[in-house]
């Protein structure tokens, strides 16, 4: 995705951008949850409320603050700051809660953000300002956070499948889309694409309509759903590994601290993974 939209974002906004691709997903999202669950799983339950907070949260705050972040910065560091899902939801908890995470996850934490500090910075804080790439991972981080809180309130929603919670979180959180989208237009901070615009950045948004909404988001709610949160954070690691590869392939060179900083942020989130499964074990 972030390859892509990188390349996307001259030609359709980070708001059109975002809002186009959930509004057809949504629209790919109704008909299969018509088509498998039937017409009633349409039906919120009396549960409209939460499933619109979350969804506006979860999929409004993450496309708004991930998309325009990542006008301003670069996709390898969307996608090493995405990876740190894992540890936020882990101080997640800890806040919201109270259960404080183990010391040897505390210290996966700290060399997870060691390393992303590292992919950010090159070793060097000044750099972190150059080009605007700071402002950038700012705002991707806040969308790292606005997943992570989505992602925490599919415990909300027992008796909906993943399908039935994806969809009807999705609706709601498109029209926030659409809503920021027109709003930005008003003051000027986006603007409306013309049709041609829309047209040759077809295929992209096809592809981001496809497989990171439909595919991507539904694959997630499934995986957390079967596998629990911990392993599908793991599989998340995945993305700054795929991104890394896809940037090499098209020419951009990276400093070796920069491929330090990524390896040593995925070593840690794999560390914790593992420490967390042999504590689950011994439960």
Known sequence: ?????????????????????????????????WAIEGRQALRFDGRVVPAAVFGVIGITGFNVLVWYGLTATRPEHAAIIMSLQTPLIALAVWLLRGQRP?????????????????????????????????????????????????????????????????????????????????????FGVATLPSAAAIASVGWQIAYFSTCTVVLGVLG?????????????????????LCVFAIEAWLGREFAAIELAGAALVIGALVANNLYQRRISVRA
């Open 220 to 240: 997630f709610n499934f995986g957390v759903k079967y596998l629990g949160p911990l392993n599908t954070m793991l599989m998340l690691n995945l993305v700054p």
């Open 102 to 186: 183990a010391p040897f996850v505390l210290a996966c934490i700290g060399a997870a953000l060691a390393g992303v500090f590292l992919v950010v910075t090159k070793g060097d804080p000044a750099s972190a300002f150059d080009g605007g790439y700071l402002w950038g991972d700012v705002l991707v981080l806040l969308g790292a956070m606005s997943w992570v809180t989505y992602t925490l309130a599919a415990g909300r929603f027992g008796g909906w499948s993943p399908l039935r919670l994806t969809v009807l979180t999705c609706i709601p959180g498109a029209l926030g889309l659409l809503i920021a989208n027109g709003i930005a237009i008003a």
């Open 1 to 33: 995705m972030f390859p892509i939209a990188k390349r996307a974002l001259p030609y359709v906004d980070a708001f059109g951008l975002g809002t186009l691709r959930y509004l057809f997903g949504s629209v790919l999202f109704i008909a299969l949850l």
